[in-house]
């Protein structure tokens, strides 16, 4: 996948070099609207990651961040919502790095994982919209992620037959594909 | 250059023109070209190949874009149907750009409108009920509308018939309200849904829950893998296509079967704009098409019409059909085409969650619910409407998608949600509405769609009786489910507006009596004898049952019928 840095190079080389400086702060990703939908930057899609992975964290099996959650999310509101819900859900995004700052001097991304987690305990009661709204996204960007529907729980494309009443094994985890 | 024209309409003349290529269409044809006759199947949708063309069909859940959500691109191209469920990421294709022909609401109506081969019956709910006499004698007995013209006697060997070739799983009942099909096997219940049986045969005797009679192959018969057709995998998703051919579907079923008799054309892209109709032999000669794609009009020739193109766009075409002979639209002598509209009121129910047992799972998708026919108006029964409802629903435990503690994260979080959750259950009921002569649509001629057809007008609206009825629905659900030992019991009223259940039938009824109806007890429109309407607009009253089924035998039944006249020289 092509960097957004070289994506916006290339674009200037088209231009002709002259890119005023609003449309380079757009063209990297600053809240714009492009037909729709915001376009996010770098370190917005890393910060996403990692609120993802405090909310679905890697235990015995691998997290949010490492079945690559923030994508889905990424996708399902550029494509499915409006754009005052993108700019909503965004400034509540930037709320919890905003939180890290005044808290500790760091990026949530720099946060130690017991400072991550003091920051969304946090974002629970001050930031309660995007944290349930967030949680929601996690919760399905994650669970239909290969990872998450394979590792994390029971993955079975195929059944060839059904039994309304069988026994939970011990340790037997729930179907990934549950309807 | 006569001569030329001549040839030219030899070549696009056959015996039969079946318009539509759903669950009615895709009966229509095979059951005509099984009888020798030459069919062309017109289908205003575009192709979709069998298994093939079925793109969402083995996808994995990483492999959806959107878990099933429609982008705001797809929502603005067809906003009706985005207002519900059933078009989502992965039948996006399969429906109608409602912006092509935007429909008018007087009234909020919900017009499901597919836009392929197959039409619904790639994405229909597959629950397949008989009608009975309590259905049929039902107007006559109100004194509302007007009467069938058939009884259950003419159309049982029918269901019969269909249901053969269709497979249907089921358990036999011995009832007389709900008269049981050929049956494959039964599915399994789920574990809650056996222990809340037990408990409603104790308390509520008469009230019957059994599995939902679906048409998805529990068993392969000859005749179903005759036409290339696979046992049910248990995947429940259906309505993407199945790939295992384990549902009925035009494209599973009788698809294959009238193709195989090499008497049949199929023509997708097929607008048919209307039927033309010979005021000399007072027959339709054929009908003239509009080309979806390149727009190009051209006629085709036949000796009969089957209609089949779905309640509202059968109707639709009727209307458009218009002559000096009939100047109201095609077989209109009566001015009930578009009158009696009718489809179920649902979506108002009860739920609950059951306690312990937490050590019992199950396997598999199952792609069926239970169902609890009708008791209300029965027998002894009465109540302050008329007739009555039946339960749909099911148990099963929850899914990583529940909502646990709110404010949760984490790894507690993550670890709840991999185990399963609670047992549930619930009951929603599915209800009749009676045929009102208001309850209307009619076209809006001064508003023409893409390809210049006028767009259809809906005004109809549920009444008291429906409200009455939905009282039940919620108060009945909640204490069958509260009496079986269900904890924390909640009713739902989810609204329902007319087409939201996609059970619209009515607007070319069938009756006895040419001055209140648009069609015989063959299917025939009274005025036009070779032209027959078999899918839901043909429907008198609606029981409370979901209606392919009945579609299905009363298209076989018409089929037949009609062949046998024209041996007659009738037609």
Redesign the interface.
């Known amino acids: 996948m092509m960097k957004r840095r070289q994506a916006v190079e290339r674009i200037s080389l088209i231009l002709g070099g002259a890119l005023s400086p609003q449309l380079t702060a757009a063209l990297m990703g600053q809240v714009i609207n492009q037909g729709?939908s915001i376009q996010i930057t770098e370190a917005q899609e890393a910060l996403l990651a990692e609120v993802a992975d405090?909310?679905?964290?890697t235990?015995d099996?691998p997290?949010a961040k490492a079945a690559g959650a923030e994508q889905?999310i990424i996708?399902?509101l550029r494509?499915?919502?409006?754009l005052k819900d993108q700019e909503t859900f965004y400034t509540g995004l930037a709320k919890i790095d905003e939180a890290s700052q005044k808290a500790h001097g760091k990026a949530f991304v720099d946060l130690s994982p017991e400072q991550k987690?003091e920051i969304?305990t946090d974002a629970?009661k001050t930031n309660?919209a995007f944290?349930?709204q967030m949680?929601q996204f996690t919760?399905?960007g994650y669970?239909?992620?290969?990872i998450g529907?394979t590792q994390?729980?029971e993955?079975?494309?195929?059944?060839?037959?059904?039994?309304?009443?069988?026994?939970?094994q011990p340790g037997?985890?729930?179907?990934?594909?549950?309807? | 250059m006569p001569n030329l024209n001549i040839e030219a309409k030899k070549a696009n003349t056959y015996d039969a023109i079946v318009i539509g290529s759903g669950v009615s269409g895709g009966w229509a044809a095979k059951e005509l070209t099984e009888k020798g006759l030459k069919v062309l199947m017109l289908e205003r949708g575009k192709k979709l190949h069998h298994v093939a063309d079925y793109e969402y069909a083995m996808k994995a859940p990483w492999e959806k874009k959107y878990n099933g959500q429609l982008t705001r691109e797809q929502k603005e191209r067809s906003p009706k149907l985005a207002r519900d469920y059933p078009y989502n990421e992965m039948t996006a294709n399969y429906w109608f750009r409602d912006q092509d022909s935007m429909y008018v609401e007087k009234k909020r109506f919900d017009w499901y409108r597919p836009d392929i081969v197959g039409g619904k019956s790639i994405m229909w709910g597959r629950q397949c009920y008989r009608f009975s006499d309590i259905d049929f004698e039902a107007n006559a007995k109100d004194g509302i509308a007007v009467d069938w013209p058939i009884r259950y006697k003419d159309i049982e060997p029918w269901y019969s018939y269909v249901e053969k070739f269709a497979g249907i799983s089921g358990e036999a009942l011995g009832l007389p309200q709900l008269p049981d099909s050929e049956f494959l096997p039964p599915m399994d219940m789920f574990f809650i849904e056996k222990e809340v049986r037990k408990r409603l045969e104790k308390n509520f005797p008469g009230r019957n829950m059994t599995i939902g009679r679906v048409a998805n192959l529990s068993k392969a018969g000859e005749a179903q893998l005759g036409v290339g057709r696979g046992p049910c995998m248990y995947r429940n998703q259906c309505s993407y296509g199945c790939p295992f051919g384990a549902y009925f579907s035009t494209q599973s079923s009788t698809l294959p079967a009238a193709a195989s008799t090499g008497n049949l054309t199929l023509r997708p892209d097929s607008i048919v704009r209307e039927i033309v109709y010979d005021p000399e032999t007072r027959k339709a000669t054929g009908v003239s098409v509009i080309d979806s794609q390149t727009m190009e009009e051209r006629e085709f020739f036949s000796k009969i019409v089957f209609v089949c193109a779905s309640t509202v766009a059968s109707t639709a075409i009727l209307m458009n059909s218009v002559s000096d002979r009939f100047p109201k639209g095609l077989g209109n002598d009566s001015g009930e085409l578009g009158h009696n509209l009718m489809d179920h009121h649902f979506r108002a129910g009860a739920r609950g969650n059951w306690e312990g047992d937490l050590d019992r799972y199950y396997y598999g998708r199952r792609a069926n619910g239970i169902y609890i026919p009708r008791y209300r108006n029965i027998g002894d029964d009465k109540r302050d409407y008329l007739r009555g409802f039946g339960f749909q629903g099911g148990g099963s435990r929850q899914g990583w998608e529940r909502n646990v503690a709110e404010l949760s994260f984490g790894k507690d979080l993550k670890d709840a949600l991999t185990e399963p959750g609670e047992w549930t259950m619930g009951f929603g009921g599915f209800g009749e509405t009676l045929p009102y002569h208001d309850n209307q649509m009619s076209l809006d001629k001064d508003n023409p769609d893409k390809w210049g057809i006028p767009v259809v007008v809906f005004d109809a609206e549920f009444r008291e009786n429906e409200r009455l009825m939905r009282e039940d629905m919620k108060n009945d659900a909640a204490e069958m489910l509260e009496s079986s030992g269900l904890k924390n019991v909640k009713t739902f009223d989810n609204e329902s507006y007319p087409g939201t259940a996609i059970h619209e039938m009515g607007t070319a009824r069938m009756g006895r009596d040419s001055k209140t109806s648009v069609l015989n007890k063959h299917n025939q429109v009274h005025a036009a004898k070779n032209v027959f309407v078999t899918d839901g607009a043909c429907m008198t009253s609606v029981a409370c049952v979901n209606p392919s089924l009945t579609f299905m035998a009363l298209t076989a039944r018409a089929a037949d019928f009609a062949v046998e006249e024209m041996k007659k020289q009738n037609l």
């Not at chain 1, 494509?79 to 409006?82: I, L, R, S």
């Not at chain 1, 669970?143 to 290969?146: K, L, N, Q, R, V």
């Open positions: 729709g405090v909310i679905i964290p235990t099996t997290g889905f996708r399902v494509d499915c919502y409006e987690i969304m629970t309660k944290f349930k949680k919760q399905v669970f239909t992620s290969e529907a994390a729980l993955y079975l494309p195929v059944p060839g037959k059904f039994e309304g009443d069988a026994p939970l037997q985890k729930a179907w990934a594909i549950s309807r």
